[in-house]
């Protein structure tokens, strides 16, 4: 039988929140529903039929040009001995 819980619960059969439809066994749905702990859900024969949905029409697609790199976060990189400068860099400063 199928329920609308109106409390949350958690048994041998599963856990069901607040509000969630579940389908449980007959006797633990009737023992719910008694205690008031659950609501019948009732199951209409026209929903056996095709479901209809609205469909909106494909969007356009639309290339975008790249733009500049993102900024990087995080620690900067470590400098060398020399305040930045590379063992082959400082050579050529000499």
Known sequence: ?????????????????????????????????AAGYARPIEVAAATAGPVESAMLDPAEEKAIEAGPEPRRRGRPPKRGRRGGLDAADADEGA
């Open 1 to 33: 039988m199928r329920v609308r819980m109106e409390v949350t619960m958690a048994g041998p059969t599963g856990t069901f929140l607040a509000g969630q439809v579940a389908d449980l066994p007959d006797a633990e749905a009737r023992a719910l529903l």
